[in-house]
């Protein structure tokens, strides 16, 4: 079981070499016992949870990715809720479909003038990035992109 790659630390080479060597039966109850202690130093069991639907692999990768700060998911209501944006910014603004044609796309009920100020709100943001990256390239390579679209 690979639990750190491309790791720089002995320790996380030693915790490697110690999961690697357990027989499957041993490597159960050793996660059997994680998952407990887990379970006991958190303070609810969404954490327990995470492990068990991620694995230990992808839970390790989490872990180190976020390394102790606080973290806040999307609600489920939320995270649709962007999902049928995507969808709908990508028929509108990508294959620039009408909202009729696009509303035929949808297997439900959309309004067009509700996902029309999200798209809206979602060009201004994408402009305000495009802006940002753009003052971040000092002047000189600005020069070289401005002769480029000419």
Do not use: C, H
Request: charged share 30%; aromatic share 10%.
């Amino acid at each position: 079981m690979n639990i750190y790659k491309n790791t720089t630390s002995i320790f996380d080479d030693q915790i490697e070499e110690v999961f690697s060597k357990k027989k499957d039966n041993e490597m159960s109850l050793i996660l059997k016992t994680l998952s407990m202690i887990l379970y006991q130093s958190s303070n609810n069991t969404d954490i327990v949870e995470l492990y068990r639907l991620m694995g230990m692999e992808n839970f390790v990768k989490v872990i180190s990715l976020f390394d102790g700060r606080t973290v806040k998911l999307p609600s489920a209501d939320e995270f649709k809720e962007d999902l049928i944006l995507s969808l709908i910014y990508y028929y509108r603004e990508i294959k620039q479909l009408s909202w009729e044609q696009v509303k035929e796309k949808l297997p439900f009920e959309i309004s067009g003038i509700r996902y029309g100020i999200k798209i809206k709100n979602l060009n201004n943001y994408i402009r305000q990035k495009m802006e940002e990256l753009m003052n971040s390239i000092d002047k000189e390579e600005r020069g070289k992109i401005w002769k480029m679209k000419q």
